[in-house]
C-alpha cells in the first residue's frame, strides 16, 4: 500500500514525548476476595468434565460460586473461550472491556467482564501456571484479550479459502448443538475470545498483531471462579501452539481438558453474586 508523504511539522519530537495518561485507572474496582476463593476451592470436589477435541469445540456450565479449569493435557495447545450468562446469552463475556480495565493479557487476580447494559465481573481468575512468564522481550505475554478469534470470514476475504475448523465455526457448531438451535441462530451469539494459553503481542514497528509458540505444557492450567451462571464454549484452536500457522489442518493440535469444582456447603460465606451495574441507563434523558 503506499502513503501519501506528509512531512513532519517543526514540533513533532515534542508532540511525541508527551507522557500517556493511562486510560481506566483500576484502583477502585471490586477487589475479588482470592483468599476465600482460595479457601473454598481447598475443599471442592469435581462435579464435571469436558474434553474438548483437537480442532473442535464443546460447551460446558458452570454455576455461580463453582470453579472451572482448562488443563493442557497432550501437548502445547491454545484454545479460544466464550462465556456467557447460562440464563440470558446477551449478557457475554466483553474482551475489549477487560482489556480496557486490565491490560492487553490477563492472569491471576483479574476478571472477564461482562457486555453492556451489564458490565460486572462474571469470572475471576484464581490460578494461573504460566504466570511466571510474564512479558517476553518482544512484548509477548500469555491468555491475551487482544485477538478476536480465527474464523472462516477473514481467511476467505485473505486466500479465498472456505475452511469451517476455524475457532468461530468451532464455537458456533458447538453452540448451535448445546442449545439445539440452528447454526444462523447460534453465530451472532458467538463473540471475541480470551485466547487462552496463546502467546501474543503486537510488534514494536508496525504495531501489528502477532503469535508466536505457546509456552504451555501438558499439566498447565488457567482456573476461574464463576462469579455468575456461566455457559461456556471452549474451542482447541486449528493452529495446535500457535507456533506458524493460524488455522490448519496440518499443525499439531492436541485436545484441552474443562473440568467443574463444587466447593462444599458453606465454604464461600459472605461472598454473592455481583449485581448487575448500577448505571441508571437514563442516558442524559
Given at each position: 500500500?503506499?502513503?501519501?508523504?506528509?512531512?513532519?511539522?517543526?514540533?513533532?519530537?515534542?508532540?511525541?514525548?508527551?507522557?500517556?495518561?493511562?486510560?481506566?485507572?483500576?484502583?477502585?474496582?471490586?477487589?475479588?476476595?482470592?483468599?476465600?476463593?482460595?479457601?473454598?476451592?481447598?475443599?471442592?470436589?469435581?462435579?464435571?468434565?469436558?474434553?474438548?477435541?483437537?480442532?473442535?469445540?464443546?460447551?460446558?456450565?458452570?454455576?455461580?460460586?463453582?470453579?472451572?479449569?482448562?488443563?493442557?493435557?497432550?501437548?502445547?495447545?491454545?484454545?479460544?473461550?466464550?462465556?456467557?450468562?447460562?440464563?440470558?446469552?446477551?449478557?457475554?463475556?466483553?474482551?475489549?472491556?477487560?482489556?480496557?480495565?486490565?491490560?492487553?493479557?490477563?492472569?491471576?487476580?483479574?476478571?472477564?467482564?461482562?457486555?453492556?447494559?451489564?458490565?460486572?465481573?462474571?469470572?475471576?481468575?484464581?490460578?494461573?501456571?504460566?504466570?511466571?512468564?510474564?512479558?517476553d522481550a518482544y512484548g509477548g505475554s500469555v491468555h491475551d484479550v487482544i485477538g478476536t478469534r480465527c474464523d472462516p470470514y477473514t481467511g476467505n476475504l485473505l486466500a479465498g479459502s472456505q475452511y469451517h475448523h476455524c475457532c468461530h465455526s468451532n464455537l458456533t457448531r458447538a453452540l448451535a448443538d448445546h442449545l439445539g438451535v440452528s447454526l444462523v441462530e447460534a453465530e451472532p451469539h458467538v463473540h471475541d475470545v480470551l485466547n487462552v494459553f496463546m502467546c501474543t503481542g503486537f510488534t514494536r514497528d508496525t504495531g501489528q498483531y502477532f503469535?508466536?509458540?505457546?509456552?504451555?505444557?501438558?499439566?498447565?492450567?488457567?482456573?476461574?471462579?464463576?462469579?455468575?451462571?456461566?455457559?461456556?464454549?471452549?474451542?482447541?484452536?486449528?493452529?495446535?501452539?500457535?507456533?506458524?500457522?493460524?488455522?490448519?489442518?496440518?499443525?499439531?493440535?492436541?485436545?484441552?481438558?474443562?473440568?467443574?469444582?463444587?466447593?462444599?456447603?458453606?465454604?464461600?460465606?459472605?461472598?454473592?453474586?455481583?449485581?448487575?451495574?448500577?448505571?441508571?441507563?437514563?442516558?442524559?434523558?
Amino acid at each position: 500500500m503506499t502513503h501519501t508523504h506528509h512531512p513532519a511539522p517543526a514540533d513533532a519530537e515534542a508532540r511525541k514525548a508527551v507522557k500517556p495518561v493511562i486510560c481506566y485507572p483500576n484502583e477502585t474496582l471490586p477487589v475479588p476476595d482470592l483468599p476465600l476463593y482460595r479457601a473454598a476451592r481447598e475443599g471442592a470436589e469435581k462435579t464435571g468434565e469436558v474434553l474438548v477435541p483437537a480442532r473442535d469445540a464443546a460447551c460446558f456450565e458452570v454455576p455461580a460460586g463453582h470453579f472451572f479449569r482448562i488443563s493442557s493435557v497432550e501437548g502445547p495447545q491454545v484454545g479460544d473461550l466464550n462465556l456467557w450468562n447460562r440464563n440470558d446469552l446477551s449478557e457475554r463475556f466483553y474482551s475489549g472491556k477487560s482489556r480496557a480495565l486490565h491490560g492487553t493479557h490477563l492472569t491471576s487476580g483479574e476478571r472477564m467482564w461482562t457486555s453492556f447494559p451489564y458490565l460486572r465481573p462474571m469470572a475471576t481468575i484464581t490460578e494461573d501456571t504460566l504466570e511466571w512468564y510474564g512479558m517476553d522481550a518482544y512484548g509477548g505475554s500469555v491468555h491475551d484479550v487482544i485477538g478476536t478469534r480465527c474464523d472462516p470470514y477473514t481467511g476467505n476475504l485473505l486466500a479465498g479459502s472456505q475452511y469451517h475448523h476455524c475457532c468461530h465455526s468451532n464455537l458456533t457448531r458447538a453452540l448451535a448443538d448445546h442449545l439445539g438451535v440452528s447454526l444462523v441462530e447460534a453465530e451472532p451469539h458467538v463473540h471475541d475470545v480470551l485466547n487462552v494459553f496463546m502467546c501474543t503481542g503486537f510488534t514494536r514497528d508496525t504495531g501489528q498483531y502477532f503469535m508466536k509458540a505457546s509456552p504451555v505444557r501438558p499439566g498447565d492450567y488457567l482456573e476461574f471462579f464463576a462469579e455468575i451462571d456461566l455457559l461456556g464454549a471452549l474451542s482447541a484452536c486449528p493452529g495446535g501452539d500457535c507456533s506458524s500457522e493460524h488455522s490448519s489442518d496440518t499443525a499439531a493440535c492436541h485436545p484441552l481438558l474443562v473440568e467443574v469444582f463444587a466447593p462444599a456447603a458453606g465454604a464461600l460465606e459472605g461472598w454473592s453474586s455481583p449485581p448487575v451495574n448500577g448505571y441508571d441507563r437514563s442516558h442524559g434523558r
